[in-house]
């Protein structure tokens, strides 16, 4: 049962215009989430974080929007370069009253952004 | 400052044969995670140490799998028979005080059992 899903495989931008990579998930217990980037043979690099008490999260290029009625979540990256080609986790974590911060996965979305 | 340093980056071992893999956090992070990736897959979660303890190792697969963290610092991940399946991209993440924090990852220990 995946509780946290990135329906999109991979997602193909041009340089300059915006990527928008989604993630999905079905637990309400999730307070906190985020995105990282992981390039091939490496760990995953933390990039952008939003608490379940906010809608929105910018840093530099990178954005982050939370609907929780909806329970998704969106990284907008503007505007893209081809430095941004990498896979794209979106994780949460899950408040059980403070007593596990494991991270949930999603399966993670190829970007690739074209010259 | 030092980010999360795992070692060996690869290990190559024969069905069987016992493993060791090494974490080092970064300096002063009380939490430290492991997780494990397949292909295609993104990393999942295997145990959670507080300090010295595991605060939650329902990740772990079997009880082939086994953690250490004696000293707060450094965590060793120890894979007894090792099985074919066992073979994937293992993880290790720290974060300054557990709770809902950022983790940072580590580049990775590649385990390839033949």
Redesign the interface.
Known sequence: DQQ?KQNSPSLSVQEGRISILNCDYTNSMF??F?W?KKYP??????LI?I?SIKDKNEDGRFTVFLNKSAKHLSLHIVPSQPGDSAVY?C?A?P?YG???????????TLLAVQP | GAG?S?TPSNKVTEKGKYVELRCDPISGHT?L?W?RQSL??????LI?FQGTGA??D??LPNDRFFAVRPEGSVSTLKIQRTERGDSAMY?C?S?LN???????????T?LLVL
Do not use: C, H, M, W
């Open positions: 946290v307070d906190y985020l990282y043979a490496e760990g995953p690099t933390f974080s608490s986790f994780a974590s408040n403070g007593a596990t911060n494991k991270l949930i996965f999603g399966t993670g | 999360v795992q939490a995670y997780y295609g897959q993104g990393p999942e979660f959670y605060a939650d329902s990740g993880l993440a974060s557990g709770g809902s924090e950022t983790q940072y990852f580590g580049p990775g590649r």
